[in-house]
């Protein structure tokens, strides 16, 4: 599964009803013609840099802002504004020092906690990231981006129904396409896929230029089966967004359930290109190769690099552990493919594939009972689990 949990901006979100932390105006009287001058020359750096970054500058931008920083170290608007170009260029790690000095200056701010949280997140840190839209909820209980946020990474932990409840508020207080794009992830991860496509085509009308929001509306229709629908969402996807690596698993994941492997790998290779440590193009390419039963040792590389990424965790980790245990089996090593077989289904207990290859790796070691047991549960959930993989020759 794509798992597509996507951030939403703790700046000026919809019925947040806060604004960016920022020191109070001041009048000139009664200021020093020294202060004065420091005071003109920091909202000129100011300017110059939000000017650059609004034009795409963002090593300008960031060159006048931190100029400004060197004569007014503890201005908040200043480190806000860097700390947001900084994410931009997908410097997390700076982006991260800039939002604790302002987390430090604005304690009591809750804006503040969710663009921290937004970099924690980003740089795989999912519980420090809840951490602080926790702590951005108990200064505000109704800030909507905190929401929003919390349950994505809600989501990207496997924690649907907590996720669904972040977003349920969320979209009762503004229905913005962020907090639905995640509520129709949850929903299809939980196999609501009406409900999920519900909640995308809604996203798709507020925004009909967003790529995700036909990412998540696709996703469901690939879980439902219906591949056509999903290939077309992921085109319209690609066309929005052709330079987005998640647009294009998107598409090699529908490619690839529907049996057109070779266009898989092609989307999955260029996605590649674009985003060399992509944990989920990884697994997906892994996975594809898994089912044609060629070129295991490269598949075997890729999982073992899409579960040597930091940003991987949850429901993400799982699948790549099941696909690495599908390349094992594939190679014969029965012990190695029921091994992380395990560790998958320790996270994601439902995963039919992954019990439905376990139970046959126990067959081939010798253990009937135990293969027995598994391939039956593997039914339970997806009553077409063994016409599945019979299809790739694997039985």
């Known amino acids: 599964m794509l798992c597509l949990f996507i951030a939403s901006s703790g700046i000026a979100a919809a019925g947040d009803g806060v604004t960016k932390a920022a020191p109070p105006p001041q009048s000139d009287a009664g200021t020093a013609p020294a202060a004065q001058g ?49 994410d931009r260029k997908g410097d997390v790690d700076r982006a991260l020092q800039d939002f604790d000095q302002l987390v430090r200056l604005n304690p009591d701010e809750a804006i503040a906690f969710v663009d921290r949280g937004i970099e924690h997140g980003r740089k795989g840190d999912v ?3 809840i951490r602080d839209f926790d702590q951005a909820l108990r200064l505000k209980p109704d800030t909507v981006s905190a929401l929003i946020n919390r349950g994505a990474m809600h989501g990207k932990k496997g924690e649907y129904d907590l996720a669904i409840q972040d977003l349920d508020r969320a979209i009762e207080l503004a229905p913005t396409a962020p907090a639905l794009i995640n509520r129709g992830v949850a929903h299809s991860a939980k196999g ?8 995308c085509d809604q996203a ?59 266009l898989a790998l092609r989307d999955y290779d260029q996605a590649l290109r674009l985003e060399p440590d992509s944990a989920t193009a990884l697994n997906s390419r892994c996975w594809v190769r898994a089912k044609m ?35 094992y089996f594939r190679l014969g090593q ?13 996270d994601s207990p439902r995963s039919a594939s992954t019990l439905y290859i376990r139970g046959l790796a126990k067959y081939r070691r010798g253990d009937i009972a135990g293969g027995e047991a598994d391939v039956a549960a593997a039914k339970t959930i997806d009553p077409k689990i063994v016409d599945t993989f019979a ?3 694997v039985s």
């Open 204 to 262: 798709v009308r507020l925004a009909p230029e967003a790529a995700s929001a036909f990412i998540c509306r696709s996703e469901a229709h690939r879980l439902k089966g219906d591949f056509d629908l999903a290939i077309q969402d992921c085109d319209r996807a690609v066309q929005l967004a052709p330079g987005t690596e998640s647009a294009l698993v998107c598409r090699g994941l529908a490619y690839g359930q529907k049996g057109d492997f070779d």
């Open 38 to 86: 420091l005071d003109k020359t920091v909202a000129r750096l100011r300017g110059l840099g939000g000017s650059y970054a609004a034009s795409g500058y963002l090593d300008l931008a960031i060159q006048e802002f931190s100029q400004a920083l060197q004569l007014k170290p503890d201005d908040s608007e200043i480190l806000l504004q860097r700390g947001l170009v900084y």
């Open 334 to 346: 029965f012990d190695r493919a029921i091994s992380d077989s395990d560790a998958a289904l320790k």
């Open 127 to 129: 519980d420090l990231s």
């Open 391 to 393: 299809r790739f020759g």
């Open 192 to 199: 609501d896929f009406d409900l999920a496509i519900q909640d």
């Open 293 to 327: 039963g060629k070129a295991l040792d490269i598949a075997l590389s890729d999982c073992n690099a899409a579960l040597a990424s930091p940003n991987i965790s949850g429901p993400n980790r799982s699948h790549a552990l099941g696909s690495r245990g599908f390349v």
